[in-house]
């Protein structure tokens, strides 16, 4: 078992998080020790239900069930969850508890934000997603016509219970979204001023074999040193004002791509490896970075033989790009490579782009 904690400034936001390959039986006991009320209110993935629902052990009074899919993220999903809070009669000492991927995830914890201005939140990730990115850090929200993630809060749960087992079920397309955040973290890492020099790189180098073959002990070791990388931006950045900003990288395109195809015919992860690719594609344009790491980037991205999205006009994805909420002043605001493992901001304008 791996325990490590998210140390923000302001005490009471600090909390635990749990990696460990248990039987999942036990999750509900983990989950009592950090729940302070009486009552649970438990927003839990169809997909995790048929798969868990028995041996997880939850009432079926206290589970509000999702379908899967970024399209269930929307503002219905979020007011069934709070009517379904206020049926039960939760009060603000009660606990939400999210057990699914990313969405799930998302949508509980801007449920639990708003609810009588805030309850408790417990994060039970069972994608490889959700556990080395969305789970961690307190990034809450729901999606609108107008893009995703418009509406959404701040707000750290009070633990994360990580379980390996969950894992073992993702396909393989769900588990190699997780692996592209992985990737990207990759890119980042010297920027993230972690103290603890973790050399993510090299570890995937040696290990995408056992990676990809979810080698248990390899996986835990992997989760671990993605939130250490994690936790270090976050705790330096919680509300996204100036570093945490890396944690974009490869978001801009990457997002643009999900919404050109209505959030529907690529995973999150296989957008935001396209949208590193276009990173480094626009780093070499501005002489940010010496061609051959772009050419070291192509190969590490190589190794977990992601989905091949195909280029999209150029025009078409600045228009989209202009939409983002990180855009201002007709700027685009891009995360790019600068050395080995290290990013930085950069403000471009659509004509910037434009060739690429
Ligand atoms: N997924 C990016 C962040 O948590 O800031």
């Known amino acids: 078992m791996i325990n490590l904690l998210v140390n923000i400034d302001e005490k009471e936001k600090s909390y635990p998080i749990i990696i460990n390959n248990n039987d999942i039986s036990t999750i509900k006991e983990k989950i009592n020790n950090y729940t302070r009320g009486t009552k649970i209110l438990v927003v839990i993935s169809q997909k995790v239900d048929k798969l868990y629902g028995k041996t997880l052990g939850f009432c079926n009074s206290e589970k509000i069930i999702l379908k899967d899919g970024e399209q269930e993220k929307n503002f219905k999903n979020f007011q069934k969850i709070l009517k379904k809070a206020f049926e039960m009669g939760l009060t603000r000492k009660d606990t939400i508890i999210a057990v699914g991927g990313g969405v799930v995830g998302d949508i509980a914890g801007f449920a639990a934000s708003t609810y009588m201005r805030g309850i408790d939140f417990i994060q039970v990730p069972t994608t490889l997603l959700a556990c080395v990115d969305s789970s961690v850090g307190g990034k809450t929200g729901i999606d609108t016509s107008f893009g995703k993630n418009l509406l959404g809060s701040f707000y750290q749960p009070k633990a994360v219970i990580i379980n390996t087992n969950f894992l073992k079920t993702l396909d393989d397309r769900q588990f190699k979204t997780g692996l592209g955040e992985v990737v990207k973290y990759t890119f980042i890492e010297k920027s993230c001023r972690c103290d603890e020099e973790l050399n993510l790189t090299n570890f995937l180098s040696e290990n995408a074999e056992k990676i990809l073959g979810k080698n248990e002990q390899i996986l835990e070791k992997l989760i671990e040193i993605c939130i250490n990388l994690k936790i270090s931006v976050v705790r330096q ?96 605001t891009f995360i790019l490579p600068t050395d080995y493992s290290q990013v930085d901001e950069f403000r471009l304008s659509g004509e910037e782009l434009l060739g690429l």
């Open 237 to 332: 950045d919680e509300k996204e004002g100036g570093l945490r900003k890396i944690l974009n990288f490869g978001h801009t395109y990457g997002h643009a791509i999900e919404k050109i195809t209505n959030y529907k015919k690529y995973t999150h992860g296989e957008a935001v490896v396209k949208g590193i690719e276009f990173a480094f594609k626009l780093a070499v344009k501005k002489n940010l970075i010496d061609i051959n790491y772009k050419y070291f980037a192509d190969d590490v991205i190589k190794m977990f033989n992601f989905k091949k999205i195909p280029d999209y006009p150029i025009e078409k994805m600045i228009k989209i790009m202009k939409m983002d909420k990180k855009a201002d002043f007709d700027k685009i």
